[in-house]
């Protein structure tokens, strides 16, 4: 484990207990995620990248292995290591503001109100604060998904899926938008994704996991630099190499 190393993934194995016996989802996985990196899993459908996911922050108990955070054995969830899902998780009744200031544990109003509008302001909703979620488009809750998260100052931030649920244009206005804030808050982030390109638009380096029961095949570098043209040579090739470890052939 290197001073640069956040999360320390080895010989980690998941297996679900069943009427009809073990299902085995996790098969011996062994990963470094680096302090403030932008990672992405990549896989087939059903291998298991929620899984090891929820697993990184103890939504999860592995069978075996070990996964440590800043050389610490995670065993509990905690607000240093903050979810994004797809479905959004905000709520109905409470504004933009109320939502994002949900989880801030700051009893003086002034400090907290400065600290919620800092995350407005981060994700672009000046002007919505006293807004419910019922009169904003779906790429607006996201953003105030991505600021209730950011909130609370986490360590770690895992997005799972999180753009599956909007529209083609919105999702690739969201993809610009996650890379900025990354870089504004220097966040370690891990992106779980069924989107190859979408992984190689977003991430510094892609695991590609196997089949179930999986493990991590490749863990492929992504030094090209931003914004990302998918057109380019170099950025057709890293998809075709992924492509071809996952065993699908095709052009690219």
Known sequence: ???????????????F?????????????????REGEFLAIVGPSGCGKSTLLNCMAAFEHITRGSIQIDG??????????????????????????DNIGFG????????????????IHLV???????????????????RVEFARALAVDPDVLYLDE????LDAFTRLEMRREIVRIWRETKKTVILVTHDVEEALELADRVAVMTRRPATIHSVIDNPMSRPRDCDTDDFRDRKHAI????????RV
């Open 17 to 33: 207990g069943t009427k009809k016996g073990d299902v085995h989802v996790l098969d011996g996985v062994n990963l470094d995620v």
């Open 243 to 250: 492509f071809k470890i996952l065993g699908v052939e095709r």
């Open 72 to 97: 610490v054995e995670v065993d509990e969830p905690t607000k240093k290591r903050v979810f994004v899902f797809q479905e959004t998780g905000i709520f109905p009744w409470m504004s933009v503001w």
């Open 124 to 142: 672009g909703l000046e002007g919505f604060e006293k807004s419910f979620p019922a009169e904003l488009s779906g790429g607006m809750k996201q």
């Open 1 to 15: 484990m290197t001073a640069s190393t956040k999360i320390f993934i080895r010989d980690v194995f998941k297996s």
């Open 162 to 165: 999180p753009f599956g649920a």
């Open 104 to 119: 801030v544990d700051e009893p003086d109003f002034e400090k907290k109100h400065e600290h919620v509008m800092k995350y």
